[in-house]
């Protein structure tokens, strides 16, 4: 007894209904399971599962690690008769797929039956790799091919294959790159050949077995060889494939025709379908799938043998018969369906195609068998399983429906209708459909209406279309989205009759990838605004993404930046002791993040003799000091770096991070030398402090003595001696407080330009033959405060130095020294003043420049260490530098240096700018600009 029950006759005597062909038709494979047994699959389940998966055990269709997770979810559903779904690998003929099995108690009887649909989970990821399995396959193809195949564009040839080096004497296709194609044609056929090529090019066609003969570039020749030519497109340009096969020797014809033989043979014998050959009834070939379908061991057992032997007794009349008429009339039934009865058996329906061939030198017949007796056995099942299959769809989530075409009606709508959109079945069911489908959104309208009216129209290719989404109006009256995937349904004379589909709410789905959507955004957002560059690198380590920032840290365009390696990125990073590309490669490698700190970030390549500009630095000049050479010269600018690995679609990218830290490290070594001036200004203010108490004492002395002599006395001119030198220890003792910023001042608002004039002729006084002062001056007055005795002591120091360094400069000769003062105003936003260790705001800047020596880069280091100096060999006593650099920090300031060996050197100070008050214009305390 069937373990479902007997349906009733009138479901037996009729075919399958409605709701059976609907369900066979459906995309989605189904399954109905009754004690763990296969009972019915529908015809998409045979097609992933394979022809024979009824009567199996379930588990043998399951991979054997999902067994038991399945077995659970079964259970489940069977005791509390709900619905269920797990997510499993199946084994099917193709392999192994993933899907999703949604599960659903089906009534019926005292058995448990189960329904099962599968939606495969695999499906995306199978096409791709077919792609690239097809694309692999053509390579290989073209790689391997026993012909010579290249590609030529306007007659110069781009590709070669291996074949055609060896076929045209060369060791390899690259040897035949950028040869004319005209090269190796015979002389006598080039004019020929040339005006084919035209031709072809001008009318875009294809050149089909043209015979011509071919110059071998190792003196073989002349080959006969048979040209195929066809357009190809590479980008935009167009190209000809020319496929060359030789035909100069009759062995190669002979070699060809038994290749082709071959290739048949290995056809016909690996072929899935029974095929034999009969001469007069009798079987004189067989291959290995008839042996196995007519229930021999051997294709050898079936030669020699009637063919009436395996027809079942039923049928033997009718085939002698069309034997007979076949090979007297040569009236051959095409084909035709038998029933045959196997040696060991087995009684089987085939679908026979029967044509006449030369088996030697016998007129034979070839017939293909293919066994339908599976589908015979579907169609019965089928019958019997109507009802079953309607409580499969009854118990889906996915609303299932058939809607004629005329008139236009729903036949049929599943109960998940009432779920999908808050409409019983029986409501849509005989409805009209343009008032249910009226509910449509207004924007999804006219696409819905096109998709429909294409499918019917026989548009797609085949008779279904892709999936439909749209948004219907809920009775909850909310739109919700809907995926409808559609068929055709014709008639047997082929004419549209009926649509199917299935319909699912994808809802969720559209707000998750809209959220995914947001998602992206935002993070695409922050990517490009965050303060750091960020570039990722693929596993080849070239950049295949990077942000704003990083244009801008690596001075590059985008699109130049993305065509470029870790190692021209890496040749801007001064990283100790390894290469950006080590860090990327072992942050691949091993997996964990990789990071650097305080990397110097090199600057573009400097021509050998150009001044470089150095960067803003509040740290001290001597930090920041250019090399006098290199490629890759520093920029001064600093970089914390992290690598980190990032996997995406299944490979493995690496990030690398790159924070700006020059400006911190700048304020670091600001702070530095800040603290050690102010050491050392304290030393130097109490030295002072002693030093002028002994003077004072000494200059006291000389007074009483010059009082006691008489004028004329030989002992008052060394009393004046010692008042001489008391005076120059003053001196001293001035630069040592302003060193130690304890000398008494007297601050004013000054105006620097007019300053800087009156001095003028001091300045002057000063410089050496061959050295020239040049005045640059800004045109509007620059107002700053500050001791005007400070300012020319700074003024004098720094053109002392530059009339120094002019001095040592070794090419001097025919070069006349120049030194130059200028000023300007400047406004520093907060980024620059925060680079130089300053506030942000109006500056007056004076720099004093020359064309001397310049400094080393060792010198720069100490440049305004106190007692420290460059010019020893002049008797300077090394107080000069740090006399400058106290005064201007005292004034809220800062010096920079900017200078090249050979090229020159010039000083920067930047001190605070001021407006004048009236009064001070009115009382005269500025001098008019």
Request: charged share 25%.
């Amino acid at each position: 007894m069937h373990p479902f029950g007997s349906p009733p006759d009138s479901t037996r005597q009729s075919g399958p209904g409605t709701l059976g062909a609907l369900v066979d038709a459906m995309p989605l494979p189904a399954l109905v399971i009754c004690g763990g047994q296969v009972e019915y699959v529908n015809r998409a389940a045979r097609t992933l599962l394979g022809p024979e998966p009824v009567g199996r055990p379930l588990d043998d269709l399951v991979h054997p690690a999902d067994r038991e997770g399945l077995s659970d979810a079964l259970d489940r559903c069977a005791i509390r008769t709900a619905c269920g779904e797990v997510d499993v690998r199946l084994q099917t003929h193709q392999g192994s797929v993933d899907a999703r099995v949604e599960i659903m108690p089906l009534p019926g009887g005292g058995a448990r039956r189960l329904g099962l649909l599968l939606h495969d989970l695999g499906g995306v990821r199978v096409a791709e790799r077919a792609l690239q399995e097809s694309e692999e396959r053509y390579r290989l193809l073209v790689e391997h091919s026993p012909d010579a195949i290249y590609l030529h564009e306007r007659g110069r040839i781009s590709y070669a294959n291996p074949a055609a080096a060896r076929f045209l004497g060369l060791s390899s296709p690259d040897d035949l790159i950028g040869r004319h194609v005209l090269d190796h044609i015979h002389p006598e056929d080039r004019d020929l050949v040339a005006e084919r090529i035209a031709t072809a090019a001008r009318e875009r066609r294809a050149i089909t077995h043209v015979m011509t003969r071919f110059m071998t570039y190792d003196g073989r020749g002349p080959l006969w060889v048979e040209v195929a030519a066809s357009p190809a497109y590479a980008g935009r340009r167009e190209q000809f494939q020319v496929i060359c096969h030789d035909l100069s020797e009759r062995l190669a014809v002979e070699r060809a025709l038994q290749e082709s033989e071959e290739r048949y043979r290995r056809l016909v014998e690996s072929s899935p379908d029974a095929i034999y050959v009969q001469v007069n009834g009798l079987i004189v070939y067989a291959n290995r799938a008839a042996a196995a379908m007519l229930g021999v061991a051997r294709p050898e057992d079936l030669v020699g043998r009637h063919v009436l032997d395996h027809v079942h007794p039923e049928y033997r009349d009718v085939v002698a018969e069309r034997i007979r008429r076949a090979m007297e009339n040569d009236d051959i039934d095409p084909y035709v369906v038998e029933r045959l009865r196997s040696y060991d058996g087995r009684d089987l329906y085939v679908h026979i195609r029967a044509a006449r061939v030369r088996y030697g030198q016998d007129e034979a017949v070839q017939v293909v068998l293919r066994d339908v007796s599976e589908q015979v056995r579907t169609l019965e099942d089928l019958r019997r399983t109507d009802q079953r299959l309607r409580e499969v769809l009854d118990h889906a989530r996915d609303m299932s429906y058939r809607m004629s075409i005329d008139p236009l009606r729903f036949d049929y709508v599943s109960p998940a209708a009432e779920h999908l959109s808050g409409l019983a079945s029986e409501q849509v069911r005989g409805a009209d459909p343009r008032g249910i489908l009226a509910g449509i959104h207004p924007d999804d309208q006219e696409g819905f209406v096109t998709a429909f009216r294409t499918l019917v129209s026989g548009g797609h290719d085949g008779d279904r279309e892709p999936p439909v989404q749209y948004r219907w109006l809920h009775t909850d009256g909310t739109y919700h989205w809907y995926s409808d995937n559609r068929s055709l349904v014709r008639g047997a004379d082929g004419a549209p009759v009926a649509v199917v589909g299935s319909v699912r709410d994808i809802t969720d789905q559209k707000q998750a990838a809209e959220a995914l959507r947001e998602s992206e955004a935002r993070a695409r957002a922050l990517f490009e605004n965050i303060g750091d560059a960020f570039l990722l690198f693929d596993d080849a380590l070239r950049i295949v993404d990077c942000n704003e920032r990083a244009v801008e840290m690596f001075g590059r365009p985008r699109e130049i930046l993305l065509a470029q390696g870790a190692a021209d990125v890496g040749a801007r990073l001064a990283i100790a002791g390894e290469t950006l590309a080590g860090v990327l490669e072992a942050t691949l490698a091993g997996g964990r993040p990789r990071h650097r700190a305080g990397v110097e970030l090199l600057s573009a390549a400097v021509p050998e003799g150009e001044p470089g500009a150095h960067p803003a630095s509040g740290a001290p000049p001597a930090s920041g000091a250019h090399p006098a050479s290199g490629a890759h010269p520093a920029s001064g600018a600093y970089v914390d770096l992290a690598a980190y690995g990032v996997p995406v679609n299944g490979g493995q990218r690496v990030a690398l991070l790159c924070r700006d830290v020059t400006a911190s490290r700048r304020l670091e070594a600001a702070l530095r030398q800040s603290e050690q001036m102010e050491a050392v200004g304290r030393l130097a203010a109490g030295v002072a402090h002693d030093f002028g108490n002994l003077l004072s004492v000494v200059e006291g002395e000389c007074e009483l003595l010059e009082a006691m002599l008489p004028p004329d006395s030989p002992a008052a001119r060394e009393i004046q001696a010692i008042q001489l030198v008391a005076e120059s220890g003053t001196s001293v003792i001035r630069q040592l407080a302003a060193v130690g910023r304890d000398e008494q001042i007297e601050p004013e608002v000054l105006h620097l330009n007019v300053l800087i004039r009156r001095n003028e002729p001091v300045l002057r006084r000063l410089l050496r033959e061959g050295v020239a002062l040049e005045l640059g001056l800004s045109a509007a007055p620059l107002y700053a405060w500050g001791d005007p005795g400070q300012v020319t002591r700074v003024l004098t120091n720094l053109v002392i130095n530059a009339v120094d360094a002019i001095a040592e400069r070794a090419d001097r000769a025919g070069r006349a020294g120049l030194i130059r003062i200028a000023t300007r105003p400047a406004h520093l936003d907060e980024g620059e003043a925060r680079a130089l260790g300053l506030a942000p705001g109006r500056y007056a800047v004076l720099s004093v420049s020359d064309n001397g020596q310049g400094i080393a880069e060792e010198d720069l280091k100490r440049l305004f260490q106190p007692h420290y100096t460059r010019h020893r060999a002049a008797g300077r006593h090394g107080l000069g530098l740090s006399v400058v650099y106290g005064i201007v920090a005292q004034n809220g300031g800062t010096v920079l240096v900017d200078s090249r060996l050979g090229v020159g050197t010039t000083f920067t100070l930047y001190v605070p700018a001021l407006d004048p008050a009236p009064s001070a214009e009115a009382d005269g305390q500025v001098p008019p600009g």
